[in-house]
Structures are given as C-alpha cells and as structure tokens.
C-alpha cells in the first residue's frame, strides 16, 4: 500500500433512537442530512448494541469489550474497569491523532476506587472533552477523531417542555414536523392518542438530530475536510419507549450505522477489494457495536489487543463475518434484573435468568419523566 496522509475520523452520535431514519427505510423520518451520507457512504444494516441502555453501552464502544466482562454491565455502577483494558482512543493519540468529544462521556467508570463524580471518564482517552471540543482546536497538520454526542431524542426529551426544546421543535419546517393523528403505532405498544403524541414528538427529535448532523458536515466542508475524515453515524440504542430502551429485543438493540469513507481510504477499510466500497451500499452482515472500537485500529493498521472482544469488519485486521451476536440486561437504575440475549440473521434467542420478576419493571426515572 503506498505511504499516504492519515483519515481524520468523525463520529455523529444521537441518544435513544433506532433505525427511524428515511434512508433505512421509515418513511415517516425526515433525515435528509443523514441520508445524504447514507448516499455517499454505506448502510449496516445489522448493528446490534451490546445493552440497551447508555452507560453500559458506552462502556462496550469504548474499550471493544463486553461490560458483563469487565463489570461494567449495571446501569450507573461506577465500575473501576481491570488495569489492562484501554480505551481505543488512546490508541489513536499514540498514533498521533488529536482526540475530541463533544461532550456526553457516561462510560460507566470512575478514576479512582470509591470517589464518583458525574463527569468521570478515562481521562487518557481525549485531548479535549467539553461542550467546546472541536476539531478546530487541534495544531496545525495533526490529525483529528472527533465525536460530537447529541441529545434530542433521548427518552427525557419525549414530553419535555423545556423552553429551548419547544423553540427548537417549532422552528422545525413543517415537511420536518409530525402530526399525531397521522403516527404509525408499533404493534406492541397501544393505538391511544398520548402514544400517538410520544411518537411524533420522538420523529420531530429525530428531525433536530438530522440538523445538527447537517450543521456539523457543513463545518466539515467549510475546513475543506470532508474528503479528509472517514465519518460515522449511529445511535447507542432503541428509544425511550415501552419494550425498547432498557430491552433486548430488537426495539432496545437495533441500532442504525453509516460510513462515509473518501475514496483515497478506501483501501484502508477494505485492503484486498477496494472497489467492493459502493456509495449507496448496503452491508447485510451481523455486526455489534463492541466491534466498533477494534475496527477503528484496524483501518488504521493497529492490530487490536487480544483482550478487546469485539471483532474489527473493516480494515486490515479484517474478522470473518459474525454468526451472533450478543446482549444484556442487567440492573437498570433501582430495577435489577438478568436477561441475557443472543441473535443470528434470523432468529434472536431471550434467556429470562429471573422469570419469576414481572416484564415491565417501574423505573424511577422512566415513571418521573414528564
């Protein structure tokens, strides 16, 4: 392979959201900055987190290792994670790259046995972690992994009334706003108008997410930056709704993922078949977003550790293919339980550990959202 400059990397995230995007098929999303990089870019199609709530998701995508491995797999546990286990970004500053986020971290760790603070993270994984991170802060020439985290469709914001919300949402235009009468209902949760509302509010939320996606690809062009950086888009779970965050059925672990990879790194992602990199492509493969970390060095030639257990799908450390993949249930919040899950193509397997606790657990936070 010749010598070449490295990619940059930006990672767009949203909270709570499964694949209610108009490029993977709902056609009551309005999406069009997110489908535009689904057009340039590929779809995955088959990406199941590894939990179905934040923090022991984030904690997954961090280090490419399972939470229920390195105890981190309760919601909030604060856990101290075993002394070899890294997070991949550090990889990345030893290669010499600028790391940012921007700026939920919620890993789901603390620094130091005992001592919990709201804004623990691992403090080696970033140069910058703010509400001011940026890739623009970084010296001249150096490299850049940028991830900014956005919050608008998470489960809180459902019947939020919070001012800056509903001036947000108004000034949707209206091909981008949702009525209620006209939302589609899933099968498993009640055809009744507060749902409706529920649902139309979460598709307006998703309406916000696709501006601020279009926000940051416009900055990325005006650095002249968009055929430098390799881009993702995904989500870190299902919605805030019944039988789906805090669940392992598809609702609470299906998640969307697209790449945009200029055509320079094409052969970084795909080293034996460059060609095999379609805009408009759709990969229909198994793929968990533990493997999202092990697959981020291996574009960039690291091999990944032995002991991150997620599988890279890109790159030149390139795994077969998956036959499952996996997910968990554990405590959430106040509300323990043990479910665990595991999933092929076509048929997912549920095993209840406790099936004598009833299906639909209160949670505090869930009962108190307005």
């Known amino acids: 392979m010749r010598r070449q400059r490295l990619p940059n990397f930006l990672w767009i995230t949203w909270e709570d959201a499964t694949v209610t995007l108009r490029c993977f098929g709902d056609r009551d999303a309005d999406t069009p900055h997110i489908d535009r990089v689904a057009q340039e870019g590929m779809r995955f199609v088959r990406v199941f987190t590894h939990s179905p709530v934040c923090a022991p998701s984030r904690s997954g995508t961090i280090t490419g290792t399972y939470p229920t491995s390195i105890g981190s797999h ?28 921007n700026v939920k971290t919620d890993y789901n760790f603390v620094q130091h046995p005992g001592v919990h603070s709201a804004d623990d993270y691992p403090r080696d994984a970033w140069d910058e972690c703010s509400r001011q991170a940026h890739w623009r802060h970084r010296p ?31 000034a949707l235009p209206p091909e981008a706003r949702h009525q209620p009468e006209r939302a589609r209902v899933p099968a498993y949760h009640p055809d009744t108008p507060t749902v ?8 307006d939320t998703v309406s916000l997410v696709d501006q601020q996606v279009g926000n ?18 995904w989500s870190d779970h299902g919605p805030g709704m019944p039988r789906m965050k805090r669940w392992v059925y598809d609702g609470g672990i299906h998640v969307p993922l697209i790449l945009r990879v200029p055509d320079k790194y094409r052969e970084l992602v795909y080293p034996d078949n460059p060609h095999a990199w379609q805009p408009g492509g759709v990969y229909e493969e198994l793929i968990g977003v533990v493997d999202f970390a092990p697959t981020m060095l291996s574009i960039l030639g690291i091999e990944p550790p032995e002991w991150m257990q997620g599988r890279p799908f890109l790159g030149k450390y390139r795994a077969p293919a998956r036959q499952y ?27 209840n550990f406790l099936p004598h606790l009833p299906y639909a657990q209160e949670i505090r936070y869930a009962e108190e959202t307005p």
């Not at 409706?196 to 598709?203: E, I």
């Not at 990325?220 to 881009?231: R, V, Y």
């Open 196 to 203: 409706r509302k529920d649902w139309a509010r979460h598709y």
């Open 216 to 233: 940051v690809l416009r900055q990325l062009e005006e650095d002249g930056l968009l055929e430098e950086t390799i881009i993702w888009l």
């Open 325 to 351: 993949v996996f997910a968990a249930r554990d405590r959430m919040d106040e509300t323990y339980d043990l479910i665990r899950a595991v999933r092929d193509r076509r048929y997912k397997y549920i095993r």
């Open 74 to 101: 309760h919601m909030r546990c604060a856990a101290v994670p075993p002394p070899f286990v890294r997070t991949f970004p550090e990889f990345l500053r030893e290669r010499g790259y600028y790391c940012t986020n």
């Open 140 to 170: 001249a020439g150096m490299p850049f992994f940028s991830v900014f985290n956005f919050l608008e469709t998470h489960e809180g914001r459902i019947r939020s009334q919070e001012a800056a919300l509903l001036r947000a949402l108004d």
